[in-house]
């Protein structure tokens, strides 16, 4: 299943991508569902950034269902690159669990407005290959994520006015 999802930001785009790029320190604190987040690889080579990021989503998992869907089972690893030429997040999603059955990729490319705002536009693609129950949970894993982008908007825009203030 194909989405997009996008954003106009009321903040500069510099400072939202340097923002992108603190997964471990942000992930947990903006994202309900995001119990840990850890780099496994960080690397820097000409205009573009490589990562490799576990996380563990079981932050909204109820207590009786946690006795039969360990975290393990709710965590993945995703591999991205950051083009600073292009502005654009390209990335793909791995599960530690079901991997042969759950297909996650797609891009964030941002973009500077006229009106000062900068524009963020993801673009993504869901495929849990499960008879019957395969589209419900790629339309779940979809909601979740427009939520968590909603989440992160609001973060972000008020990240930047604390970074503006100190400055002052």
């Not at 965590?75 to 297909?103: I, L, Q």
Request: aromatic residues 8%; hydrophobic residues 35%.
């Amino acid at each position: 299943m194909k989405y997009k999802h996008y954003h106009e930001i009321d903040a500069p785009m510099e400072m939202l991508i340097e923002l992108t790029q603190k997964r471990e320190e942000r992930d947990v604190r903006v994202y309900p569902n995001i119990t840990s987040v850890k780099v496994l690889k960080r690397k820097k080579k000409g205009k573009k950034q490589y990562t490799k990021i576990e996380t563990c989503a079981n932050g909204d998992i109820p207590p009786r269902i946690r006795k039969i869907i360990t975290p393990k089972m709710l965590t993945w690893v995703e591999e991205g690159e950051f083009d600073y030429s292009t502005n654009t997040y390209t990335f793909k999603v791995t599960p530690f669990y079901m991997a042969n059955v759950f297909k996650m990729s797609g891009t964030a490319k941002w973009k500077k407005l006229e009106n000062g705002k900068t524009a963020r536009e993801l673009r993504g693609e869901i495929k849990v290959k499960i008879p019957v129950l395969g589209r419900l949970i790629e339309k779940k894993i979809i909601e979740t994520q427009r939520e968590n982008l909603d989440l992160d908007v609001k973060s972000m825009v008020e990240e930047v006015k604390e970074i503006l203030a100190k400055k002052k």
